[in-house]
Nanobody
Framework: QVPLVESGGGSVQPGGSLRLSCAVS????????MGWYRQAPGKQRELVAG???????SYTDSVKGRFTISRDSVTNTLYLQMNSLKPEDTAVYYC???????????????????WGQGTQVTVSS
């Protein structure tokens, strides 16, 4: 069972908007933090935005004021609202989660990292 499944990528013109979604399956016992990463061709994967269990958010400088990360704890879904998109935002976007796989792992404080399959975002005129 794949614990993280992303959707919402696509092609958009500069200045447009997209919303990415990441559905979390019940196979993760407890999530401690989540985030969105991206990887452009020929570049390293970078953290775009993160959110903790307390709701604290962080963003890389290049997306501040344009992207918003949020999490719906009822549906266990992570979102990334992307506005004012630029060509340099073109990349494969990955959902990430860090947490405890089981109660046993929780008691020994052993965290696991999970990744989604990635979704392509292309910004081009």
């Amino acid at each position: 069972q794949v614990p993280l499944v992303e959707s919402g990528g696509g092609s958009v013109q500069p200045g447009g908007s997209l919303r990415l979604s990441c559905a979390v399956s019940g196979s993760i016992y407890r999530i401690n933090s989540m985030g969105w990463y991206r990887q452009a061709p020929g570049k390293q994967r970078e953290l775009v935005a993160g959110i903790t269990n307390s709701g604290s958010t962080s963003y890389t400088d290049s997306v501040k004021g344009r992207f918003t990360i949020s999490r719906d704890s009822v549906t266990n879904t992570l979102y990334l609202q992307m506005n004012s998109l630029k060509p340099e935002d073109t990349a494969v976007y990955y959902c990430n989660s860090v947490g405890f796989r089981s109660l046993f792992d929780s008691r020994r404080r052993y965290e696991s990292t999970y990744w989604g399959q990635g979704t392509q975002v292309t910004v081009s005129s």
